[in-house]
């Protein structure tokens, strides 16, 4: 069964690069590579929703230099690929403070965002200057503002509720999250929407993880809905 809503932390780009004597830069030129085939592979295959970990919070530590170029990505990602998502009716969502962006970088995921928004097919979420932590706690934030004019909120307040105020509001949970780079860790990632995914460490480092690596992995996976509440009970 194809998962409706696959998660992946893109790990190792830096690595990759460093394995060939290239900079990490280079690595994470070819994780966007790889990025591109895998949105391919989704929308082939009939994934309804890929979320992608381009950039967390903690990678402003990183050195000025890559952070540029990451923060680049997306410019010119969309500058090249907004056409084709168009004709393909593929949706772009950004999860993250996307408010704290560059200005370049927020204009042009604004403008993705924008000019995709009533496309119907494939969602591309990217997570972008994103922290679990931190998207609970802004959710927490907008819930106490909002109680103030509608006190019966915090009465009310359920999960349900609560999503309304992720930045993952509307989507579906995943049902799988991959991991690439050999580490096994959630790293702030998802946290309250992977509390019944399938967790997937595969040791590639992400430019190696091409479609038949992802779809091998996809396809494995056989997520029941309900199997978790059994294990849970
Ligand atoms: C982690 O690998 C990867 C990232 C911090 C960036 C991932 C981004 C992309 C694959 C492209 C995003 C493109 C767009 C258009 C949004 P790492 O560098 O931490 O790897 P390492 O563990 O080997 O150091």
Redesign the pocket.
Known sequence: MIPKHVAI??????????KRGLT?SE??YA??Q??EELIDASAEVGVEILT?????TE?WK?PKD?VNY?MN??V???NQKLPEFMRRNIKILISGDIENLPKGTKKAVINAMKETEDNTGLIVN?A?NYSSRSEIVQAIYGIMQDAKSNPLLLEELDEETFERYLYTRGLPDPDIVIRT?G?KRISNFLMWQSSTADLRFVDD??PDFKKEQYLKVIEDQNHDDDSWKECAG
């Open positions: 932390i893109m790990d190792g780009n830096g690595r990759w690069g460093k990490r690595g994470h994780g966007s790889t990025m992608l970990y381009a950039f967390s990678n990183r890559e990451l990505l997306p010119k990602f969309f990217f972008l780079g580490e480092l992400f």
